[in-house]
């Protein structure tokens, strides 16, 4: 069969996107949404290649935060007694819908749009993951090609499909063998050489999202700011104990591991919480701080020294907790604590267009890959 070309129409110039491919300088638009769901990370951020170094220089950077019906709604797909298909579907669209009127309020320039979308469910134990936040809305409505969906290839390929921000911590914030990256968002992270001078990244389990379920819970908080209300209270050993017990076997799990918010949710604290809910909240901190330190002992032993990223280095009881089990910490400038993830997509949407892979894999894959699929605004 023969199809005459008549009847279509040409939309997209492949050799002129293959030039703009080849500039040596792109800026990108990188946007995150972390499991916490407290608002969108956008960070506007200018690559240049020369010769064979790559340099970066962030532009403008904002968090635009989420109200509390629309967070609510978002934690609500990480439910699955709560959840269903219908509503992520058309929440796919609409998030997407609310991102790009967040974008279109800042009136910046761009060429090109890296989008890590809203994770609702992550299963590394079968290899698999969701990301919602359609990549195409964007690409349409702002006029920008979009590259998205980081994490999927890396799950194909036998990886945890996290933490993809490693990448860039590898690249620009890890000083020696005895430094590790600690990102405290929703879940924690961290980025480290091992003895062996091998780069390795996972979760260590909780970050700040049961201290800010027990904060809206009891306080009527969104979060413990600056960790002023935790500071209150006193550590319930038998509590923290239970805690310790029942997140066991993830700690001692050797990495590359990741997990989530659909481990570490009210569900995990089924248990009986007989103390007062000042203590409950100390506790909860204690215990994240924990799971970081414990992970960190079995895991990495080089590691002495954290440069800690996310909101909870905000959190100044979680730090002080981390700090007195024997880690000298660094609490690097604000824009790197702030945006350190929105500047590691954008480098991820930078790597796609260069058609580059970092050498050294952290998350498990079988091999090095280039990370996400691109949406056309055509």
């Not at 991102?99 to 590394?124: E, K, N």
């Not at 919480?273 to 204690?286: C, D, K, Q």
Request: proline letters at 3%; glycine letters at 8%.
């Amino acid at each position: 069969m023969v199809m005459l070309m008549k009847k279509i129409v040409k939309l997209w110039d492949w050799g002129e996107f293959a030039r703009f491919v080849d500039q040596p300088k792109h800026t990108i638009l990188g946007l995150m949404s972390g499991t916490s769901a407290d608002g969108l990370d956008i960070a506007n951020v200018t690559f240049e290649l020369n010769d064979d170094n790559l340099s970066f220089y962030v532009i403008d950077a904002k968090t635009i935060p989420y109200d509390s019906s629309l967070q609510k709604r978002i934690v609500e797909t990480y439910n699955k007694e709560r959840s269903n298909v219908e509503h992520i579907t058309s929440f796919n669209f609409e998030l997407a819908r609310t991102h790009v009127d967040m974008i279109r309020s800042l009136d910046w320039s761009y060429d090109a749009i890296s989008y890590h979308g809203q994770t609702v469910y992550h299963m590394p134990q079968v290899g698999s993951t969701l990301q919602i936040g359609e990549a195409d809305v964007l690409a349409v409505e702002l006029g920008r090609p979009v590259i998205y969906d980081f994490r999927k290839k890396d799950m194909v390929l036998g990886g945890q499909g996290a933490p993809i921000s490693a990448y860039f911590d590898s690249v620009f914030l890890l000083e020696s063998s005895e430094s590790a990256v600690l990102n405290i968002g929703g879940i924690s992270n961290v980025t480290a050489y091992d003895v062996s001078g091998t780069l390795i990244a996972f979760d260590t389990g909780p970050g700040n999202c049961l201290i800010d379920l027990i904060c809206q819970k009891y306080f009527g908080k969104v979060y413990d700011e600056s960790g002023s209300v935790s500071s209150q209270g006193q550590i319930d050993e038998s509590l923290l104990n239970a805690l310790l017990y029942k997140s066991e076997p993830y700690i001692l799990q050797t990495p590359p591991k990741s997990t989530g918010r659909e481990v570490y949710n009210e569900e995990f604290l089924g248990l009986s919480l007989s103390a007062s809910e000042i203590n409950i909240l100390r506790t909860m901190v204690r215990f994240t701080a924990e799971t970081v330190v414990r992970n960190l002992r079995l895991h990495l032993p080089n590691v002495r020294k954290l440069t800690v990223v996310g909101g909870g280095a905000y959190n100044k009881t979680l730090i002080s907790d981390i700090s007195e089990m024997g880690y000298e910490v660094k609490i690097p400038e604000r824009w790197l604590i702030d945006f350190r993830e929105a500047i590691a997509i954008a480098l991820l949407g930078e790597m796609f267009l260069r058609g580059v892979a970092h050498k050294q894999i952290g998350t498990g894959a079988q091999r090095t890959s280039i990370l996400g699929k691109l949406a056309l605004p055509k």
